[in-house]
């Protein structure tokens, strides 16, 4: 490396601990095991907690398929199908909440026959967890869809030779093969639903216990008790660097 | 071509540098102002500014609770106007001088024109058959809001509870929700919502104070701005907004 570049990334560095430190000095150690354990945070970090899980099952139970589907698909079509797919990836949130409310909302695409059905999805829980999902999604599938895509397709043939059906091959060639991505997508996905913020205040709305998030709490608190949004967001910080720290690890380990 | 790329990069230059310059030959002013407030604001900002051509006043709307941690943290505002009292307490460090109160609203339930739910009163919001959303008891549209459930006796059961009255006008305005609770002055603004009357509302007032912040540049300016709003054409422009004399 050029000796030019280092304080460029020390700059770099800087700009991303500084504030995550200066949140750590912000925090009221004292008062933190009070704060952390009011109603209204344990509340909060349950109904984080349950709907990041049920979102994260969601996204394997459904982005396995589609990364497998988008990696084998050869269609002039998939370059633009698979950037619709990724688009929550880079989109604002608020954008996906809009986007959500215009399809599932009350006066939505499905919402009108959703609700003759007597199924609301908006303000409740199940919002919460489409919201996630929507955002966590293309983790998912981009991990799939790379990982397949390396795969070289000798030990699938293989495997099909010997008689093996196609679910077969799935279950002992392929998962096996695809561990390591499956892993780091699960973690990745899990993180982003549980942070996801925009989609959930503009599809979901915020009531605690039912759509009130942790980082929807941390934004209502900041406003009346600045100490318990600073103590919720530390226990987020902390969560977000050991996800990371554990979801790219093996990639870490395979750089030279 | 690249005689033409160099007459747009002088160009470019030369537009950056008169707008540098016009910049600092007019007195700018920034004024925070509680999202409730959009409406009377935007036309008090087209006012004062007819009144002094050489200052550019721009008006930033949020929930109060929200404008008035943003000071306390030297957002770069020269004038603060709280939809509530507590607020402007909330920022009183970083205020200079006696607040004053220059407006007062009340409140009322919005319902989506047509009144689809059929909403009669307050009472329709507590017992959970609608779906309705209100201000969290952290922002003052909420404290309000829930001062008047209690002294009407009923705990409302809201499908959420918004960070300002605004997300609360915007939920009812696009029928996502059959009802809400905002100040009497949102629904005159609003023409996708009408007003369904909160009897006793006249119980709970919103008092509106309005002050100049200690970092203003210019502290004559940003007073001159406060006297406006205070003064008569201030309050004519508030009452025609629906806004009550303080």
């Given at each position: 490396m050029p000796r030019w570049m280092l304080p460029l990334a020390l700059v770099g560095a800087a700009l991303i601990a500084v504030p995550l430190l200066a949140t750590l000095l912000r925090l009221d150690w004292s008062r933190a095991p009070q704060l952390l354990s009011s109603p209204a945070a344990l509340d909060a970090l349950s109904l984080s907690l349950r709907t990041a899980a049920a979102a994260t099952i969601l996204c394997v139970l459904l982005g396995v398929p589609l990364g497998y589907a988008l990696a084998q698909w050869r269609s002039r079509l998939q370059p633009t199908v698979r950037a619709l797919i990724l688009a929550p990836l880079v989109l604002p949130p608020v954008v996906g909440g809009l986007a959500l409310l215009y399809a599932f909302g009350r006066r939505g695409l499905l919402g009108e026959s959703l609700h003759a059905l007597g199924i609301e999805i908006a303000f409740s829980t199940a919002a919460v967890v489409v919201a996630q999902t929507f955002v966590a999604l293309p983790f998912m599938v981009l991990a799939v869809e790379s990982s397949v895509g390396a795969l070289t397709g000798h030990h699938e043939s293989l495997s099909a030779t010997l008689g093996a059906s196609r679910t077969t091959?799935?279950?002992?060639?392929?998962?096996?093969?695809?561990?390591?991505?499956?892993?780091?997508?699960?973690?990745?996905?899990?993180?982003?639903?549980?942070?996801?913020?925009?989609?959930?205040?503009?599809?979901?709305?915020?009531?605690?216990?039912?759509?009130?998030?942790?980082?929807?709490?941390?934004?209502?608190?900041?406003?009346?008790?600045?100490?318990?949004?600073?103590?919720?967001?530390?226990?987020?910080?902390?969560?977000?660097?050991?996800?990371?720290?554990?979801?790219?690890?093996?990639?870490?380990?395979?750089?030279? | 071509m690249s005689r033409a790329a160099a007459a747009v990069a002088a160009a470019a230059v030369a537009v950056g540098l008169t707008g540098c310059a016009s910049a600092d030959a007019r007195h700018e002013l920034t004024v925070y102002a509680a999202a409730s407030l959009t409406e009377p604001f935007g036309e008090l900002e087209a006012g004062f500014e007819a009144a002094h051509p050489d200052v550019e006043v721009t008006v930033v709307h949020?929930?109060?609770?929200?404008?008035?941690?943003?000071?306390?943290?030297?957002?770069?505002?020269?004038?603060?106007?709280?939809?509530?009292?507590?607020?402007?307490?909330?920022?009183?460090?970083?205020?200079?001088?006696?607040?004053?109160?220059?407006?007062?609203?009340?409140?009322?339930?919005?319902?989506?024109?047509?009144?689809?739910?059929?909403?009669?009163?307050?009472?329709?919001?507590?017992?959970?058959?609608?779906?309705?959303?209100?201000?969290?008891?952290?922002?003052?549209c909420g404290a309000a809001t829930l001062t008047l459930a209690q002294s009407a006796g009923l705990t409302l059961r809201p499908a959420s509870q918004e960070g300002s009255v605004t997300d609360v006008l915007g939920k009812v305005a696009t029928g996502q929700a059959d009802a809400g609770v905002v100040y009497a002055t949102d629904v005159l603004r609003e023409p996708a919502v009408a007003a369904v009357d909160i009897d006793g509302a006249h119980a709970v007032i919103s008092r509106y104070p309005i002050a100049t912040t200690a970092r203003a540049e210019d502290s004559a300016l940003a007073g001159a701005f406060v006297d406006y709003v205070t003064g008569p054409h201030g309050r004519a422009l508030l009452a025609d907004a629906g806004f009550g004399a303080p």
């Open positions: 091959t799935l279950r002992h060639v392929t998962l096996p093969a695809l561990r390591p991505a499956l892993i780091t997508g699960t973690v990745l996905v899990f993180a982003r639903a549980l942070g996801e913020f925009g989609a959930t205040l503009t599809f979901a709305g915020s009531l605690p216990g039912v759509t009130r998030t942790l980082p929807l709490e941390i934004y209502l608190q900041r406003e009346s008790d600045a100490d318990a949004a600073v103590a919720l967001a530390v226990m987020l910080v902390a969560l977000a660097v050991t996800v990371v720290a554990l979801a790219y690890r093996p990639l870490a380990r395979r750089a030279p | 949020g929930g109060s609770s929200s404008l008035a941690a943003q000071i306390l943290e030297g957002a770069p505002a020269d004038v603060f106007a709280s939809a509530d009292e507590a607020q402007m307490r909330v920022a009183a460090p970083e205020i200079s001088g006696e607040p004053v109160v220059f407006a007062t609203n009340t409140l009322t339930i919005a319902v989506p024109r047509g009144n689809p739910a059929g909403i009669a009163g307050l009472d329709d919001l507590a017992d959970g058959s609608v779906v309705s959303v209100i201000c969290a008891p952290q922002v003052p």
